[in-house]
């Protein structure tokens, strides 16, 4: 079974439900998740595998603990690829951004509801 | 208004405001004598400044700490006095490197103090002329690689009586990570009963400042390794019940954890069960209960 974009019950264990919580976190969430992007895509063009690994990271870190799975996930296949190269870690990027856009839709869409 | 009454109500703002700042400070450690670090810069030894150079200082001190956490004080002479229960060697470096492209190498009219201040202490520094005055166990400039805060043995001894009179609960979460902090505090549903700190030395600082019931620390901090600080925890304070925080689930980091004294170890992505049940078997939190104070959570199924 492929993993689910976000896990709302794991949210709703730490925020009770609260909606005005939720928003906190998720804005809290997507306003470092933004700035996570920003490094990983300027990494991208870079040897230098150090920033790249330690933004992926941090990623991950955050993604699993809000519920994130796939995107979770994701960033775990990016960490094993760490020697792949500019081309790869492009690759790579792509997709970590589409499934981030679509975390982003779905947190978006719990907010408004 | 005369010349002399409008420096009289200058320095009347001054004193009230680091009197305001001392009080703060000596309610939020619930301790009769604030032990505060104390940068002193010499402006008045400079030739020329600019007309906005006070405010060009307090600019860049405030990417060191909040208007909460310190308080910059021009004296009459234009020397700068920046008082802070929270600012460190590390912090006063940074200030002062921040400082350089507008005024220079400031380091040899800099000293940072370690004083135990209260209120006509405080008055003293703030109207004083020449020096800061001379306060029994002051600490001189000191090596100025020391990054780790100097703490007194005030703070240090009353650590453990200041944790057991309280009686609120208190938990405090060390990550890097600002959403994930934040969720973690969240199993507390008062903001009060929470401390959050991003870094090992703040949350060291952090740490002995308020004596927290139970500690959650993530090991891989950006300044300081997890592991460290909680070595230098419970140098200070060996009943300290510190929970470790980390992704890192390999047996060989439990283990090492474990021996250094860490009373438990939680694998990330944590969830709000373990958190909620290390917070329930702090044995400081459990002494709260007893009292009727136990923090406000429910289980959440």
Partial sequence: MSPVVMDWDRMVLFTDGDPDEEKELIDLFTSCGDEILLTLQQACGSFHNDIWLEAVHKLKGSAANLGAEHLANLCTEVESAKNGGIAVKRALFDKVAAAYKDLCIQLAARIAA | ?301
């Avoid at chain 2, 400044?49 to 021009?74: H, L």
């Avoid at chain 2, 609120?168 to 934040?182: A, G, H, I, M, N």
């Fill in chain 2, 1 to 301: 208004m005369s010349d002399a009454c409008r420096e009289k109500e200058r320095m009347n703002i001054i004193i009230e405001k680091a009197e305001r700042f001392l009080v703060d400070t000596l309610a939020r450690s619930e301790i009769d004598q604030a032990l505060l670090l104390v940068a002193m810069i010499k402006f008045s030894s400079l030739p020329e400044k600019s007309e906005t150079w006070f405010e060009d200082v307090c600019a860049a001190a405030s990417a060191n700490f909040s208007n909460a956490d310190g308080s910059i004080i021009r004296r009459e002479n234009d020397d700068v006095v920046v008082l802070s229960a929270h600012v460190t060697r590390k912090g006063f470096d940074q200030l002062l490197e921040r400082l350089a492209p507008l005024f220079g190498n400031l380091r040899e009219i800099s000293t940072l103090y370690e004083l135990p201040l209260d209120a006509p202490t405080l008055r003293e520094l703030c109207i004083g002329k020449d020096s800061i005055p001379v306060v029994e166990n002051s600490l001189p400039q000191t090596e100025q690689s020391v990054s780790l805060p100097f703490l007194s043995d005030l703070v240090v001894k009353t650590l453990s009586d200041r944790r057991s009179k309280r009686h609120s609960p208190l938990v405090q979460f060390v990550e890097d990570d600002p959403f994930s902090r934040k969720l973690m505090a969240s199993v507390l549903p008062n903001e009060s009963d929470t401390l959050q700190s991003g870094t090992g030395q703040s949350a060291i600082d952090t740490y002995v400042t308020n004596a927290p019931d139970i500690l959650f620390l993530d090991i891989g901090l950006p300044d300081i390794d997890g592991q460290q600080v909680l070595e230098h925890i419970l140098k200070l304070d060996p009943q300290a019940y510190v929970v470790m925080l980390s992704s890192r689930g390999d047996r060989e980091t439990i283990v090492k954890s474990i021996e250094a004294g860490a009373k438990g170890f939680i694998g990330k992505p944590f969830t709000y069960q373990k958190l909620l049940s290390y917070i329930q078997k702090s044995p400081f939190i459990q002494a709260k209960e007893t009292r009727g104070s136990f923090p406000n959570v429910k289980e959440r199924t």
